[in-house]
Nanobody, 115 residues
Framework: QVQLVESGGGLVQPGGSLRLSCAAS????????MGWYRQAPGKQRELVAT???????NYADSVKGRFIISRVYAKNTVYLQMNSLKPEDTAVYFC?????????WGQGTQVTVSS
């Protein structure tokens, strides 16, 4: 069974930066896209950023210009560089990797932006 292992969350002050990482425990073949989603308390899970196998990226309007998604495709690893963090970025961040036959989710990592 493939697991996505996330790391890099934590507590940061407003204006600070964090880098999230997500690696698959086993090779996932035929990846179509990788991405990050987040869920704040009392809210639905929302898309943060995705990147396709071809390298096309997509960002939520709320994070454009502040967050950067990247990946090492051959290693099933995806990153999220988060800059200029705001309190409203506080949420549990989930890694997602979609193959042609299955969709995988990480367990989530907490990001808290507070002074």
């Amino acid at each position: 069974q493939v697991q996505l292992v996330e790391s890099g969350g934590g507590l940061v002050q407003p204006g600070g930066s964090l880098r999230l990482s997500c690696a698959a425990s086993k090779t996932i073949f035929n990846i179509l896209s990788m991405g990050w989603y987040r869920q704040a308390p009392g809210k639905q899970r929302e898309l943060v950023a995705t990147i396709t196998s071809g390298g096309t990226t997509n960002y939520a309007d709320s994070v454009k210009g502040r967050f950067i998604i990247s990946r090492v495709y051959a290693k099933n690893t995806v990153y999220l560089q988060m800059n200029s963090l705001k309190p409203e970025d506080t949420a549990v961040y989930f890694c997602n990797q979609k193959s042609a036959v299955y969709e995988y989710w990480g367990q989530g990592t907490q990001v808290t932006v507070s002074s």
